[in-house]
């Protein structure tokens, strides 16, 4: 699904992905950890296509097409999505009505039929069992005033809503309390399928105890310098990362 | 004959003054605000709109010059109380702008003087600066000081150079009756990485005294100051004051400007950020009762990208008095990622105060931020009352309370000894005003 | 970033709507202003004696006044004897009924989306269309005269309720308000009237359409709402002009009373012509707008879009002279291409208890300059008098300029009084956010922009909510970045 080769990356001059490789198959959960600075936001914000950072060398291909020059719309319409570590907010826009411009523009590119109000209803009523998340928090404006917490469920919704078939969680356990977390990796544990693949983004163990990984990879100074299975997420909460 | 509402000049008087002016270039710089004035470009209806000036001028404005003489023993004994013997300051006093040396102690290593006593280089750097960076294309009492001052301060810090204590100026003004030499124009020039904190305190000894004071600064690359006005003249007075920073590269600039009395009080405060990534602090506190009248204008102008500028003015109206604030911010096309809040809080004790307050944002660039906020209000009920329950009586509740509105800007003071000067002042102010209750 | 600037482009380029003009057979003033030409215009209206002393008088003091220049606008002089004060579409005789309306009018009038068929759609809404300087039809007049409503054009107004008008003309806005009030009274050709009796709640939406279609000519309409004691109305009033590579000029003046414990509600959705890409043509708007809550406990609302025009000057106020008195200001004014826009409101805190609130959003793009220019006034009797107001600026590019001018006077101690302003840009974080989840940047910036504005579009009743919110994207399609 995913290949990224050789991939180096900077932002304002400043290199931060040194070469990393990784490679992605349908159905899997990758984790990436490592410590502050490593560069494992950079590597989130760059396969969804954030023009801050700069590619400098290498390849992400999606599904075999190389898509380092696609902007981030053309990305997310063919399936890449990202919980944001901080999700932005965006005044008077309310959340469903954002989410439906979303959704029917994914569903244009993949050349089905706009849902109509009564059928986007319906699928959201599915979808807002799956985070628990409110249906006022939804009449908001995007993330308004919202939660540390209600901001992260509503990623989860919002990729539920979505279906991509890449998610990448950046830091989605950061700053959530454990019924929270608890909710959170409920909802992206129900939405796995066999060919859906999502890449795990965090610093710490403690998500790795709900959301199960089949891959863990250690990025440290914009290499990745160890993989392994769920074991290895382990050994660094022991460890710490200095032994690497 | 120059007139402007009912500031009325004798012209051939004007130009007896300039012709008496000895240094050639000072002459010429003269004769260019005297065209200035001519040009009468002036926005006063706007600049001036809640200063009306035939008020503040009508009854004392005439033309008179006086000549400097010794100092007479009445005004000496007069200056005595105000003289402190703290060795971690330098003490300068002035009187209608002459330092008295022997009442002074001036920093050693640094130009410290009067613009009659130049040096040669002193003199090339005076010829390259001054009088091009003050507010006189604007301000008609700024190019009137252009023309007119009678005395000032030259003040240069060479590159690298860090005054080490702070340096407070007590400028004494005798003058009785609006007479014009009491129109101060002074200079202060800042070479690359140096660092000065400088204090002016106003003080008219003579009642009904007028005075107008400009000020010019250029501030070199990564150089820092530290700019304190403390304006606590008679009831009386009247003083227009312009203070000009022009910053460059990575210098930073903070200005307080305190003012607690004055019939009528105008300060123009302009800074121009003319390169990236300056900084500049602008603080501001008016606590004002019986018919003062306090204008402050400010300005700041973002001409390159990268800077920031934060201003905060507070100020409490308390019997007849009439507070005024005008604060400019302009965001040049070129001038991307600034970075510029303002804000200014005002709370009126009386029934008979008044405030005018205009902020205003001129913006001409996309990536930036900028806000400002203004309230205008009372002290809050409940917080008396909640005081009150916890035994504290009302007197000193309210007291509490001004105390605790002025207290941000009072700990942005860096220089513990101006610090207390204000508080003191303050504390004093906050006495009358319960007084009053 | 340079995507931003690629989509800027293409947005400047997006062309007026409504630029057409049809070929209507006019009766017309000779160009230019004098006394004979305002008794032309008088003698035309049939209007009474005192109603053309009254006209002269104003052209007297209008004379005597000097243009203002304090606006942050930039135009050439306006040379008032080159334009023309009366045009009337010519009509066989006054319409007895919307049968007798020449049907190249009604043409007219469907083309722009209004209906003055009664029948057809808009049941919810009374229509008084007005072409150039006449009043062509007012839809659901004898419905609403059922309930004692009076809604009509000026001219005859004057005619049936001439003690109405004589009482309440120029109470709010005196002729010698300002230059182009002063104008608009000599020289004022037609408008709406409104009158609402005591206690009664207007059951529809009162709308006006406002159209000019000849060419050289000046538009000086004249709009009074009366609200009688606890009664309400909501009023809506739209504006559009063909494409003309000369200036036009607007000056209109709205004038509304508001007794005890009424409320009018008054919505504008401005799109006149704002000229070409290159700033070539468009209207000149200066509009005096102006309310006054006489009564204790009234209310005067006022909401608008102001998407048009090449300059634009206007500053819908209150008075709020009765006591528990509420006035309020919404406002969108979005300038593009080299519109330019000096907008905002006055609140005069007279009566105890007061009121107010202002939420302008300006939005620029292009080598536009938006200004927000307001005043809130707290007199000393206006004891707890409450302001806020909320001033924002959207900057679309580096082109264009946004300024806020906010006069606070504040005259008591108990009253308070809040101000808050913030210029930025469209932050890159929430463009991407929305690219993230598949939305492309165009409509990405549309989105923003309307969040932005929303607070502003809510306060307008639903059907121009919806045209409002599509004028804001098509005048900014493109645009931002």
């Known amino acids: 699904m995913l290949s990224i080769k050789k991939l180096k990356v900077s932002i304002e001059n400043n290199l931060i992905l040194k070469g990393l490789n990784l490679e992605i198959k349908n159905g899997e959960v990758h984790a990436i950890m490592g410590p502050n600075g490593s560069g494992k936001s950079t590597l989130a914000s760059v396969i969804a296509g954030n023009d801050n950072y700069k590619i400098e060398s290498g390849s992400i291909s999606f599904f075999g097409k190389n898509i380092n020059n696609f902007s981030p719309d053309e990305r997310a319409m063919m399936g890449i999505f990202l919980a944001f570590q901080y999700p932005v907010e965006i005044p008077g826009v309310s959340t469903i009505n954002f989410i439906k411009t979303a959704l029917n523009r994914i569903r244009e590119f993949n050349k089905k039929k706009p849902l109509d109000a009564v059928g986007f209803l319906n699928t959201m009523k599915k979808k807002m069992n799956l985070v628990k998340i409110d249906r006022d928090l939804l009449s908001r404006s995007i993330n308004e005033g919202f939660s540390g917490g209600e901001k992260k469920r509503n990623e989860i919704f919002q990729m539920a809503m979505l279906e991509p078939k890449l998610s990448i969680l950046d830091e989605t356990d950061s700053g959530l309390d454990i019924d929270a977390l608890k909710i959170v990796s409920n909802g992206v544990n129900k939405l796995r399928t066999k060919d859906n693949s999502t890449i795990v983004v965090t610093h710490y163990q403690r998500l790795l105890d709900y959301i199960i990984p089949d891959y863990v990879h250690v990025l440290i100074d914009g290499k990745i310098v160890k993989s392994g299975n769920k074991d290895l997420a382990l050994e660094l909460e022991n460890k710490g990362y200095d032994w690497l | 004959m120059f007139k402007s509402d009912s500031l009325t000049l004798d012209s051939k008087k004007i130009k007896d003054f300039i012709n008496k002016e000895s240094n050639p270039f000072l002459k010429k710089s003269r004769n260019n605000f005297l065209k200035k004035l001519g040009e009468k470009k002036f926005n006063i209806k706007e600049e001036y709109k809640y200063t009306p000036l035939k008020q503040s001028l009508e009854k004392k404005f005439s033309l008179e010059f006086k000549i400097d003489k010794n100092i007479p023993s009445n005004i000496e004994k007069k200056i005595l109380p105000y003289i402190v013997n703290d060795n971690s300051v330098y003490q300068i006093i002035t009187l209608d702008g002459k330092i008295i040396k022997k009442f002074s102690n001036i920093p050693s290593k640094i130009s410290f003087k009067n613009f009659e006593e130049l040096d040669k280089k002193e003199k090339k750097i005076l010829h390259q600066y001054f009088g091009e960076n003050d507010d006189s294309d604007s301000d008609v009492f700024s190019a009137l000081n252009g023309v007119l001052w009678s005395k000032g301060l030259f003040i240069y810090i060479k590159k690298n150079q860090i005054v080490d204590n702070p340096i407070i100026i007590n400028n004494f003004y005798t003058s009785e009756r609006n007479i014009f030499s009491s129109q101060l124009r002074n200079f202060i020039f800042m070479e690359k990485n140096s660092k000065l904190s400088i204090c002016e305190l106003d003080c008219a000894l003579a009642s009904n005294n007028f005075n107008s004071n400009v000020t010019e600064i250029i501030l070199e690359e990564r150089s820092e100051l530290d700019y304190f006005k403390i304006q606590n003249d008679k009831n009386n007075s009247t003083s227009f004051n312009s203070t000009n920073i022009k910053q460059k590269r990575n210098s930073i600039s903070n200005t307080f400007t305190f003012s607690f009395s004055g019939d009528m009080i105008r300060n123009n405060l302009n800074i121009s950020l003319i390169d990236e990534s300056c900084y500049c602090n602008m603080y501001g506190i008016y606590a004002l009762n019986d018919d003062s009248h306090v204008d402050n204008h400010t300005s700041v102008d973002h001409i390159q990208k990268n800077s920031i500028s934060n201003e905060h003015y507070k100020g409490i109206m308390n019997g007849n008095s009439n507070g005024v604030f005008n604060g400019k911010i302009f965001v040049r096309k070129e001038a991307q990622k600034t970075n510029a809040f303002q804000s200014n809080n005002n709370i009126i004790l009386s029934d008979n105060a008044k405030i005018n307050t205009k902020p205003q944002l001129e913006i001409w660039a996309d990536d930036v931020k900028c806000s400002h906020g203004c309230t205008t209000g009372q002290l809050d009920e409940n917080a008396i009352f909640y005081l009150q329950s916890r035994g504290i009586n009302k007197d000193k509740a309210v007291s509490i309370l001004i105390n605790a509105f002025f207290d941000e800007i009072i700990q942005k003071i860096n220089q513990n000894i101006i610090k207390d000067k204000v508080h003191k002042i303050l504390s004093s102010k906050i006495e009358s005003y319960l007084n009053e209750h | 970033?340079?995507?931003?600037?690629?989509?800027?482009?293409?947005?400047?380029?997006?062309?007026?709507?409504?630029?057409?003009?049809?070929?209507?057979?006019?009766?017309?003033?000779?160009?230019?202003?004098?006394?004979?030409?305002?008794?032309?215009?008088?003698?035309?209206?049939?209007?009474?004696?005192?109603?053309?002393?009254?006209?002269?008088?104003?052209?007297?003091?209008?004379?005597?006044?000097?243009?203002?220049?304090?606006?942050?606008?930039?135009?050439?002089?306006?040379?008032?004897?080159?334009?023309?004060?009366?045009?009337?579409?010519?009509?066989?005789?006054?319409?007895?009924?919307?049968?007798?309306?020449?049907?190249?009018?009604?043409?007219?009038?469907?083309?722009?989306?209004?209906?003055?068929?009664?029948?057809?759609?808009?049941?919810?809404?009374?229509?008084?269309?007005?072409?150039?300087?006449?009043?062509?039809?007012?839809?659901?007049?004898?419905?609403?005269?059922?309930?004692?409503?009076?809604?009509?054009?000026?001219?005859?107004?004057?005619?049936?309720?001439?003690?109405?008008?004589?009482?309440?003309?120029?109470?709010?806005?005196?002729?010698?308000?300002?230059?182009?009030?002063?104008?608009?009274?000599?020289?004022?050709?037609?408008?709406?009237?409104?009158?609402?009796?005591?206690?009664?709640?207007?059951?529809?939406?009162?709308?006006?359409?406002?159209?000019?279609?000849?060419?050289?000519?000046?538009?000086?309409?004249?709009?009074?709402?009366?609200?009688?004691?606890?009664?309400?109305?909501?009023?809506?009033?739209?504006?559009?002009?063909?494409?003309?590579?000369?200036?036009?000029?607007?000056?209109?003046?709205?004038?509304?009373?508001?007794?005890?414990?009424?409320?009018?509600?008054?919505?504008?959705?401005?799109?006149?012509?704002?000229?070409?890409?290159?700033?070539?043509?468009?209207?000149?708007?200066?509009?005096?707008?102006?309310?006054?809550?006489?009564?204790?406990?009234?209310?005067?609302?006022?909401?608008?879009?102001?998407?048009?025009?090449?300059?634009?000057?206007?500053?819908?106020?209150?008075?709020?002279?009765?006591?528990?008195?509420?006035?309020?200001?919404?406002?969108?004014?979005?300038?593009?291409?080299?519109?330019?826009?000096?907008?905002?409101?006055?609140?005069?805190?007279?009566?105890?208890?007061?009121?107010?609130?202002?939420?302008?959003?300006?939005?620029?793009?292009?080598?536009?300059?938006?200004?927000?220019?307001?005043?809130?006034?707290?007199?000393?009797?206006?004891?707890?008098?409450?302001?806020?107001?909320?001033?924002?600026?959207?900057?679309?590019?580096?082109?264009c300029g946004a300024h806020t001018f906010p006069y606070i006077d504040v005259e008591n101690k108990s009253s308070l009084v809040e101000h808050e302003a913030t210029t930025s840009k469209i932050g890159e974080d929430q463009i991407f956010y929305c690219l993230q989840r598949g939305i492309d940047e165009e409509n990405a910036i549309a989105l923003i922009v309307n969040g932005y504005a929303k607070e502003v579009l809510k306060q307008l009743p639903m059907e121009f909510s919806v045209e409002a919110q599509k004028l804001l994207s098509l005048t900014l399609e493109g645009s931002v970045g």
Request: hydrophobic share 35%; with cysteine.
């Open chain 3, 1 to 399: 970033m340079s995507e931003e600037s690629k989509i800027i482009k293409e947005f400047t380029s997006k062309e007026y709507e409504h630029g057409w003009s049809v070929n209507l057979e006019a009766d017309e003033a000779p160009i230019g202003i004098n006394d004979d030409i305002i008794k032309f215009i008088s003698k035309k209206k049939e209007e009474p004696r005192w109603l053309l002393e009254w006209r002269l008088e104003a052209f007297q003091i209008f004379k005597k006044m000097e243009e203002p220049d304090w606006a942050n606008l930039n135009y050439p002089k306006i040379d008032f004897q080159k334009i023309k004060y009366y045009s009337a579409p010519k009509q066989k005789k006054s319409p007895k009924s919307l049968n007798d309306v020449d049907p190249e009018l009604i043409k007219t009038f469907n083309r722009l989306g209004i209906s003055l068929n009664e029948q057809k759609k808009l049941t919810g809404v009374a229509v008084d269309a007005v072409i150039d300087s006449v009043s062509v039809a007012t839809t659901f007049k004898d419905k609403l005269l059922e309930l004692g409503i009076i809604f009509c054009s000026f001219s005859e107004a004057v005619k049936e309720h001439p003690k109405l008008v004589k009482k309440y003309l120029g109470t709010v806005i005196p002729r010698n308000d300002n230059y182009f009030s002063a104008l608009n009274s000599a020289v004022f050709t037609d408008g709406s009237f409104c009158y609402i009796p005591k206690g009664i709640r207007c059951p529809m939406e009162l709308s006006t359409y406002f159209r000019i279609n000849a060419a050289n000519t000046g538009q000086f309409e004249r709009t009074l709402i009366i609200a009688e004691d606890s009664s309400y109305v909501s009023y809506l009033e739209g504006c559009t002009a063909p494409m003309r590579d000369e200036n036009q000029l607007h000056a209109a003046v709205v004038e509304i009373f508001a007794a005890k414990n009424a409320e009018v509600k008054y919505s504008t959705v401005q799109n006149w012509y704002p000229g070409d890409e290159n700033g070539k043509g468009g209207i000149y708007n200066f509009v005096t707008k102006r309310g006054i809550c006489f009564g204790n406990n009234s209310k005067i609302s006022w909401t608008q879009v102001e998407t048009g025009s090449a300059v634009t000057w206007k500053y819908p106020s209150c008075i709020l002279k009765g006591d528990n008195s509420v006035g309020e200001f919404y406002s969108v004014a979005v300038t593009n291409n080299y519109q330019q826009a000096d907008t905002g409101s006055k609140m005069i805190h007279i009566g105890k208890n007061s009121k107010s609130k202002i939420i302008s959003k300006g939005i620029s793009a292009g080598f536009s300059q938006n200004s927000y220019r307001g005043q809130v006034k707290i007199m000393k009797r206006a004891k707890n008098s409450r302001n806020f107001s909320q001033c924002d600026s959207l900057l679309l590019g580096n082109k």
